[in-house]
């Protein structure tokens, strides 16, 4: 899906990574977020006029195409299934307004371990993650563009969360070695997920 494009479908993900982002003039790009298997992509694309981001792939994946007009034949017949997908859309809202936050307010440690948390949390809902880690194919390349900083500054944050003895990412595997520690470096809160039962906390 690319920003600007018309009739663009949706998609439910099954299995993979796709990342959302919008690309500036100058070529530089600022990634929303990261979609992970069980997400819904692309809803504004379906409701708008145009795609107003871009979507794709970070590794390989499966997805269900579903178009406009099945989507809403489907919320006529089946009122739950429109309510599930507008609770996805206000998680991702909620999930965007913690980012603008991490983006305005939090330091770059900080930042970096919230995001962190975020994955674990939507990992650990998907059976995906754990509360001692979880695969991961983002590059640091991948964390600067979504984190609003450079490579450079990525690669310093994770040696200095890894010399904390809190967290490390090495060959797509994030390890956190003290949770409770770096859920209080991030203050991080889960309920702006919505999870049901306490998954992490």
């Known amino acids: ?74 919320f006529e017949a089946t009122p739950r299934l429109a ?45 995906r993650g754990s509360r001692a880690g979880f695969a991961c194919p983002l590059t640091q390349y991948h964390l600067a563009d979504a984190l609003g900083l450079s490579s450079v500054h990525v690669n310093r944050v994770l040696r200095q969360l890894r010399e904390d003895g809190l967290l490390t990412f090495h060959k797509g595997l994030v390890t956190i070695h003290n949770f409770d520690k770096l859920v209080e470096l991030a203050e991080f809160d889960q309920a702006y997920l919505d999870h049901d039962g306490p998954l992490l906390l």
């Open 83 to 127: 309510t599930a997908v507008l609770w996805a859309a206000s998680r991702d809202e909620a999930m965007v307004v913690e980012h603008l936050v991490g983006l305005g307010r939090r330091d770059a440690v900080e930042r970096t371990a919230h995001f962190m948390l975020e994955l674990t949390a939507r990992l650990i809902l998907v059976g």
């Open 1 to 74: 899906m690319h920003q600007g494009q018309t009739h663009a479908a949706a998609y439910i993900l099954a299995d993979g990574w796709v990342c959302s982002y919008k690309l500036l003039r100058d070529g530089t790009r600022q990634i929303v977020d990261f979609q992970i298997p069980g997400d819904f992509l692309g809803l504004r694309s379906v409701l708008f006029r145009t795609a107003d981001h871009n979507i794709e792939p970070v590794t390989p994946v499966e997805a269900s195409e579903v178009m406009k007009s099945d989507l809403l034949l489907a």
